[in-house]
């Protein structure tokens, strides 16, 4: 069924925003899958802060050139499902891939998709995969930061521990010195 031109504008304006709130795209070509599990997909996709659409090659052909990207037209064959990354793409790819190897007989399968504006194939996907989400980044970060921190407090501890002992044992030293002083005077 033919979509009306006003309809494109519709789904034009819808991805000219994805686009703008993204840091990204993943793109894959599916096959046979059924209601059941595009509406999986498009959950699963949402838990990665992404939205999911299907949507027509030549409409998304045209919003890249308004871009100023080229697509090869690799990525533009077959019926398209393309998720818009709000937070970031790695994880979104993560997710494609374990779909994609969770269908059989290419039912599902990664086309590719962008990243700060340059596109990557299908090749690209699986690297862009292995690539740390944001939590993880934040959290490699964090442990950088936190490391020397925990480390001045352990010597800054071990410091104060030290001084605290030779404290301790003068006291023990004074009190038995004391009690033997104490025991003589008592004997006479």
């Known amino acids: 069924m033919a979509i009306s031109r006003a309809r494109k504008e519709e789904l034009l304006d819808v991805y000219r925003q994805q686009m703008a709130e993204s840091s990204g795209f993943m793109m894959a070509e599916y096959t046979a899958l059924n209601v059941a599990q595009l509406q ?9 802060d992404a939205e999911m ?11 890249l050139e308004e871009r100023g990207v080229t697509a090869p037209k690799a990525l533009l064959t077959g019926p398209t499902i393309v998720a818009f990354c709000h937070k970031d793409v790695p994880s979104v790819a993560k ?4 779909v994609e190897q969770g ?10 998709g962008m990243i700060e504006g340059r596109i990557f194939g299908a090749a690209d996907a699986a690297t862009v995969a292995t690539l740390p989400t944001r939590e993880e ?22 410091g104060i521990r030290q001084v605290l002992n030779v404290v301790k044992a003068y006291v023990d030293k004074l009190e038995g010195a004391g009690g033997a002083s104490a025991d003589a005077e008592a004997a006479a």
């Not at 999986?40 to 990665?48: F, K």
């Not at 299907?54 to 919003?63: D, I, K």
């Not at 997710?95 to 374990?98: A, D, L, N, T, Y």
Request: overall charge positive.
């Open 103 to 112: 269908f059989d007989e290419n039912r599902f399968v990664v086309k590719g």
């Open 137 to 158: 980044l934040l959290a490699q970060v964090l442990r950088a930061i936190n490391a020397p921190a925990s480390q001045v407090v352990g010597v800054v501890a071990g």
């Open 95 to 98: 997710m494609f891939r374990e």
């Open 40 to 48: 999986d997909l498009r959950r699963r996709t949402r838990e990665q």
């Open 53 to 63: 659409f299907v949507v027509t090659n030549t409409l998304f052909e045209l919003l």
